[in-house]
């Protein structure tokens, strides 16, 4: 069973900048792929970007040359850094974890919201 929590959502204006975090426990973190979607009201849940164990990372168009995920193995943690924020990013992110060797993320956390005024 894994655990995760996200931590580090809130309220910003449009064009700044919120990290978010989301520690794991009970798996071996370094083996699984991490990854944080969002979900805005009336929209479906959509990949923001994912990262391997191995560090390769891919992100959706929309958030390209704004959003940075890493990962801090040592820590069971991983980040999600969002700069130039817009109204659109409004959302509730989930960090997601992927076990090893599966083809989809299993594992959900309760999701932190972040709202960006204009």
């Known amino acids: 069973q894994v655990q995760l929590v996200e931590s580090g959502g809130g309220l910003v204006q449009a064009g700044g900048s919120l990290r978010l975090s989301c520690a794991a426990s009970?798996?071996?973190?370094?083996?699984?792929?991490m990854g944080w979607y969002r979900q805005a009201p009336g929209k479906q849940r959509e990949l923001v970007e994912s990262?391997?164990?191995?560090?390769?990372?891919n992100y959706a168009d929309s958030v390209k040359g704004r959003f940075t995920i890493s990962r801090d193995n040592a820590k069971n943690t991983v980040y999600l850094q969002m700069n130039s924020l817009k109204p659109e990013d409004t959302a509730v992110y989930y960090c997601a974890s992927k076990t090893y060797g599966l083809g989809q993320f299993d594992y959900w956390g309760q999701g932190t919201q972040v709202t960006v005024s204009s």
């Open positions: 009970g798996s071996i973190f370094s083996s699984n792929a």
């Open positions: 990262i391997t164990s191995g560090g390769s990372t």
